[in-house]
């Protein structure tokens, strides 16, 4: 049982629990009866509206949920890996859009896991598998091809580990993934962005179809911030793609092609020997 407690007594107020990545808090919406707001330690990291799990309120969640409405037809069921847990909301938003789709969720936060399931409990129709595991290492007990999608969202605090930034790790992706496939990372990075381009190289060595979508101030390394990555073997959807960024309520940018190889300015691949964690955030961005 996770040694989680209300802060303050009543129903709808903040819960909050120690985790193996430090203190996770749940915040109630005050706009939504049963939607609630995961922190680590301050630092946000998900949130999920029981009632409306189509409902995705942070930016980078809506820009992956556009690609999960966009790889297939309207209502058609994936197969989808989630490298990642937090409050399990893209699994949510996937089961919600496309029923009958299949997904596990890798989270090596065994507390955290815990801590979601008993206060945040899944759908027992939806078909989501949730195993306590290293997202690397579990790609290894993945068969060839299986997967439509695979959504890479980790973070340790509020940084990406190293092992995860490679191409090694890339290439490990591919090979669960269907020739058709897709991956959606969703990195963080801010001035000068060396971390972004090097990823983005990281994955052109493996993908040859790759667009990214982010606020335009973060593009031009104004501040730090999230980034969508998105990448496959095959044509992406890249107009409705733009379309739908472009028309969200804080709106984006994407970008593709040769402006995007422009955009890496000659950066190297990362490989498992040079590889670094993502930079750590200002430390004053989620005040």
């Known amino acids: 049982m996770s040694k989680s407690k209300r802060r303050r007594g009543g129903g709808g107020e903040p819960v909050v629990a120690r985790v193996d990545g430090g203190i996770a808090e749940l915040v109630p919406d005050p706009e939504r009866p049963r939607a609630w707001s995961l922190l680590i330690d301050g630092a946000p990291q998900s949130h999920i509206d029981l ?3 189509e409902y995705l309120s942070f930016e980078y969640q809506r ?3 556009h690609i999960v409405d966009l790889i297939a037809p309207p ?3 994936l197969k989808v890996l989630h490298l990642g847990g937090g409050a399990f909301t893209l699994a949510r938003y996937v089961a919600a859009t496309r029923p009958r789709s299949t ?4 989270e090596i936060d065994a507390p955290l896991v815990e801590f979601v399931r008993e206060r945040l409990p899944l759908d027992p129709g939806a078909r989501i598998r949730v195993r306590t595991a290293d997202a690397r290492a579990s790609l290894g007990r993945i068969q060839d091809g299986w997967a439509d999608m695979v959504i890479a969202d980790v973070f340790n605090g509020a ?3 190293a092992h995860l930034t490679s191409v090694e790790f ?3 992706v591919r090979r669960v993934l269907d020739p058709a496939g897709h991956y959606v990372a969703n990195l963080a990075d801010g001035p000068p962005l060396a971390h972004l381009r090097a990823q983005i ?3 052109a060595t493996v993908f040859p179809k790759l667009a990214l979508a982010t606020d335009p101030a973060v593009l031009r390394g104004r501040r730090f911030g999230n980034v969508v990555l998105l990448a496959s073997a095959v044509s992406l959807p890249i107009a409705e793609f733009t379309r739908r960024v472009a028309g969200d309520p804080h709106p984006g940018r994407v970008e593709h092609g040769r402006g995007l190889i422009d955009f890496t300015g000659g950066a190297v691949a990362v ?4 590889a670094k964690p993502s930079p750590a955030p200002p430390p004053d961005i989620f005040r």
């Not at 490989?271 to 040079?274: G, I, L, Q, R």
């Open 75 to 77: 209502g058609r069921a």
């Open 103 to 106: 997904q596990q969720i890798f």
């Open 63 to 65: 820009r992956i949920g």
């Open 271 to 274: 490989t498992d020997a040079d």
């Open 201 to 203: 190289a990281t994955v």
């Open 159 to 161: 940084r990406t580990p």
């Open 51 to 53: 009632d409306d799990p």
């Open 170 to 172: 890339i290439a490990e």
